[in-house]
T-cell receptor
């Protein structure tokens, strides 16, 4: 079946940029998403990108999509300790099926 | 502004016991979902509902049943709990399915001994 993969851990220093990567296999993906999960909480949508876009920027967040390679990334500029969380990549397709990656735990060190 | 509320937040069961998780949303969303989250794995869809009175199977439905008698509530039942059902369960709701912004509850941690 279709799959979404991402590395499980990332550690950065406060003030650095973080880049979280994701790959997916579904050729019919229509939307790709980044969700954030803080400790003890549910997932919250951070941002999403339509599959015909290459890039989307929202304040400190930049999403890059390489549709040919089925690669999605989330860059967080000037990473703060409050950005420490688990970040989930997800994709949906024309059948409205939504798949999530396993999540990348971002640790920001002071 | 409650959003999506799940009860209970924690539960410990013995193998073979039954229980029901309740999800309530106050956003008048048509679509509701139950996911389970296991370490090192993405969220996996158990069951979902596209409206009051409807339910459908997701990726991992075995061992679970659901009901959506009222639009705002989506119940997840375990008739005979097994240790493999130890997990964190998340309920979510959405206005549409196609553009996919899901609103999640805080999760329910279930341990089956």
């Amino acid at each position: 079946g279709e799959d979404v993969e991402q590395s499980l851990f990332l550690s950065v220093r406060e003030g650095d940029s973080s880049v979280i990567n994701c790959t997916y296999t579904d050729s019919s993906s229509t939307y790709l998403y980044w969700y954030k999960q803080e400790p003890g909480a549910g997932l919250q949508l951070l941002t999403y990108i339509f599959s015909n876009m290459d890039m989307k920027q929202d304040q400190r967040l930049t999403v890059l999509l390489n549709k040919k390679d089925k690669h999605l990334s989330l860059r967080i500029a000037d990473t703060q300790t409050g950005d420490s969380a688990i970040y989930f990549c997800a994709e949906s397709n024309n059948n409205n099926d939504m798949r999530f990656g396993a999540g990348t735990r971002l640790t920001v060190k002071p | 502004n409650a959003g999506v509320t799940q009860t209970p937040k924690f539960r410990v069961l013995k193998t073979g016991q039954s229980m029901t998780l309740l999800c309530a949303q106050d956003m008048n969303h048509e679509y509701m979902y139950w996911y389970r989250q296991d370490p090192g794995m993405g969220l996996r869809l158990i069951h979902y509902s596209v409206g009051e009175g409807t339910t459908a199977k997701g990726e991992v439905p075995d061992g679970y049943n659901v009901s959506r008698l009222k639009k705002q509530n989506f119940l997840l039942g375990l008739e005979s709990a097994a240790p493999s059902q130890t997990s964190v369960y998340f309920c979510a709701s959405s206005r549409t399915r196609s553009t996919g912004e899901l609103f999640f509850g805080e999760g329910s941690r279930l341990t089956v001994l």
